[in-house]
């Protein structure tokens, strides 16, 4: 079956520690996309990647860092920078890496991250 | 003011009964728009897009007023398992996606 998946499911950070959350499609979509959810709150952008070996900051990308080596792989490190880490993580791809058009993007299971 | 902007609700409402969300956006740059529904603790999934002449799929109607800057749906005949977060979307041809904030919706027995 084709799809995203997100592991873990549910991670525990603590203070001054960096963790790492993986992101996998088979879809074979160029776009990969990483937002973060707050309860109430819609998604904001963090990190997305066009392409391989290439990656650009959203909208509240500090704190966070991502790799592309691979087109089927995109993982978010969380390091000790980031101070209100505890959310609700969604990572997503879609066809191609600019979405003005009627390309749509398609969601991870997610992970939850919360502070010890 | 919020680049995309949602009343969060909750739409609290009976079975059958039909309710509609607005959604409003303010970059006139935008290009394309959809509706997302979210499950409690899941996944954002696409419901519909939005197309400039207003599109239907079943009880769903989406519509578009590129005048004014906002999007609609509208769901008739509500059923309990239309309870869910319905997240409106935008993108911009610069490449970036923005989601509303999302409208609660109880559909009640």
């Known amino acids: 079956d084709g799809g995203i998946t997100q592991s873990p499911k549910y991670l525990f950070r603590k203070e001054g520690q960096n963790v790492t959350l993986s992101c996998e499609q088979n879809l074979n979509h160029d776009a990969m996309y990483w937002y973060r959810q707050d309860p109430g709150q819609g998604l904001r952008l963090i990190y997305y990647?066009?392409?391989?070996?290439?990656?650009q900051k959203g909208d509240i990308a500090e704190g966070y860092s991502v790799s592309r080596e691979k087109k089927e792989s995109f993982p978010l490190t969380v390091t000790s920078a980031q101070k209100n880490p505890t959310a609700f993580y969604l990572c997503a791809s879609s066809t191609r890496g600019r979405l003005g058009g009627r390309e749509t993007q398609y969601f991870g299971p997610g992970t939850r991250l919360l502070v010890l | 003011r919020k680049e995309v902007e949602q009343d969060p609700g909750p739409f609290n409402v009976p079975e059958g009964a039909t309710v509609a969300f607005n959604c409003t956006y303010s970059?006139?740059?935008?290009?394309?728009f959809f509706w997302y529904r979210q499950d409690c603790r899941k996944e954002p999934k696409l419901l519909m897009s939005?197309?400039?002449s207003g599109n239907e799929d079943g009880r769903f109607t989406a519509q578009l007023n590129r005048a004014s800057q906002y999007i609609s749906l509208l769901i008739r005949d509500s059923k309990l398992s239309d309870s869910a977060t319905y997240l409106c979307?935008?993108?911009?041809?610069?490449?970036?996606?923005?989601f509303g904030d999302g409208t609660t919706l109880t559909v009640k027995p």
């Open positions: 979307v935008v993108n911009t041809n610069a490449g970036k996606s923005t």
């Open positions: 990647s066009q392409i391989v070996n290439d990656f």
């Open positions: 939005v197309y400039s």
């Open positions: 970059n006139s740059a935008s290009q394309s």
